[in-house]
């Protein structure tokens, strides 16, 4: 079964920490990546995406991930985090080609203290 | 450029009940996805729908329909409710796009708020 895991459930950092959050997926064929945030009190955004090309993809805010097809995965990374940063931040996956439904991992909450 | 939005914010009902859901997409997307963001279980794809099709549905029981209507507007219907469909419904809506593979940007809406009791 298709299916997306995120490790950290819930990260606290301090303000100028670096950030990494993980995330695998299991699936059957070729993907499209994609990292959500969802800010107190806000919508579930986009964050960036991966669907062809450089496997180092850039997005808002600072942040960028990083595709390794070998090992599954399409980790979140910001050198250095911000109090605003402090969100839930949500793996997906779509099969490419195929149904266009995500799959979402379970979320990372993240708490960043000034 | 007004996002996605749905109606109502919160519901109320009881068991046996049965609950309508409305979205509004984007000006201009064609797509409309309904997801249940449930305690504990994650967000969970529910159905898709594009030019008033539905071309996917998620593994949820057939009293979980809905229908797009030509302004590409969605309902959501619920029916027999039960406890365990307490949620957040979220919806989101996004233009189809040759070529890319369904990597299209899902835009979501803030969601209805579902309890029952």
């Known amino acids: 079964a298709q299916s997306v895991s995120q490790h950290n459930h819930h990260v606290i950092l301090s303000e100028a920490a670096s950030l990494e959050l993980g995330c695998n997926y299991s699936?059957?064929?070729?993907?499209?990546l994609f990292w959500y945030v969802q800010y107190p009190g806000q919508h579930l955004q986009l964050l960036l995406k991966?669907?062809?090309?450089?496997?180092l993809v850039k997005g808002i805010k600072g942040f960028e991930a990083e595709f390794i097809k070998s090992k599954f995965s399409f980790n979140l990374r910001k050198p250095s985090v911000q109090w605003s940063d402090t969100a839930e931040y949500f793996c997906?996956?779509?099969?490419?080609?195929?149904?266009?439904?995500?799959?979402f991992g379970q979320g990372t909450r993240l708490t960043i203290n000034p | 450029e007004a996002g996605v939005t749905q109606s109502p914010t919160h519901l109320i009902k009881t068991r046996g009940q049965q609950v309508t859901l409305r979205c509004s997409p984007i000006?201009?997307?064609?797509?409309v996805y309904w997801y249940q963001q449930a305690l504990g279980l994650g967000l969970q794809f529910l159905l898709w729908?594009?030019?008033?099709?539905?071309?996917n549905r998620g593994n949820f029981p057939p009293r979980f329909s809905g229908r797009q209507f030509p302004n590409y507007s969605s309902e959501l219907n619920v029916n027999a409710l039960e406890l365990e469909d307490s949620a957040l419904y979220l919806c989101?809506?996004?233009?189809?796009?040759?070529?890319?593979?369904?990597?299209?940007?899902?835009?979501f809406g803030p969601g209805t708020r579902l309890l029952v009791l």
């Open positions: 989101a809506s996004s233009l189809r796009t040759a070529g890319t593979g369904g990597a299209e940007t899902q835009y």
């Open positions: 729908y594009d030019e008033g099709e539905e071309r």
């Open positions: 000006s201009g997307h064609t797509s």
């Open positions: 997906a996956v779509n099969l490419k080609w195929g149904a266009q439904k995500l799959v």
């Open positions: 991966y669907f062809s090309g450089d496997p």
């Open positions: 699936y059957g064929g070729t993907v499209n």
